[in-house]
């Protein structure tokens, strides 16, 4: 396994982390098989999505803000909206590799996903045959 360190600078923020998990599927030595990405974390998650055009993370930031706005939960840390969208969004994904590369769609980048920050975080990343 191999862990990413993440660091946010924002409440809500996508970060592509395409390359971190291309390197360690490249390091793992493993041809093919699946890699697996995790997040420890319960505000925050992982996602696949597209990373051509920079305006699709602001619309899913926007799009996150609408379906689950900060408000009053009962929690009282007042983070209640960042525990429920990692539930809906996931804290893992799963991506197949071939030819030594974790093998995703032409634009696809994948993204971690913060909810509660800044804060700096670990991302767990396993390669298998």
């Known amino acids: 396994m191999t862990e990413i360190e993440v660091h946010s600078h924002a409440r809500r923020q996508l970060i592509v982390i395409t390359a ?3 390197r360690a599927v490249r390091e793992s030595g493993v041809d093919r098989g ?3 990405v995790y997040v420890p ?3 925050a998650a992982v996602v696949i999505n597209e990373n051509a055009d920079p305006d ?3 619309d899913l930031l926007a799009a996150y803000e609408t379906l689950v706005p900060n408000i009053s939960f009962a929690h009282a840390e007042g983070n209640s909206d960042a ?3 990692s539930t809906v969004l996931g804290c893992s994904v799963t991506v ?3 030819a030594g ?3 995703l769609g032409t634009w696809q980048g994948i993204f971690f996903v913060e909810l509660d920050g800044p804060r700096t975080r670990r991302v767990c990343v396993t390669v298998a045959p």
């Open 96 to 98: 197949p590799v071939e």
């Open 34 to 36: 699946l890699c697996h």
């Open 83 to 85: 525990h429920f969208l």
């Open 20 to 22: 971190e998990v291309q």
């Open 101 to 103: 590369r974790a093998r």
């Open 56 to 58: 699709v993370p602001r």
């Open 41 to 43: 974390h319960t505000t």
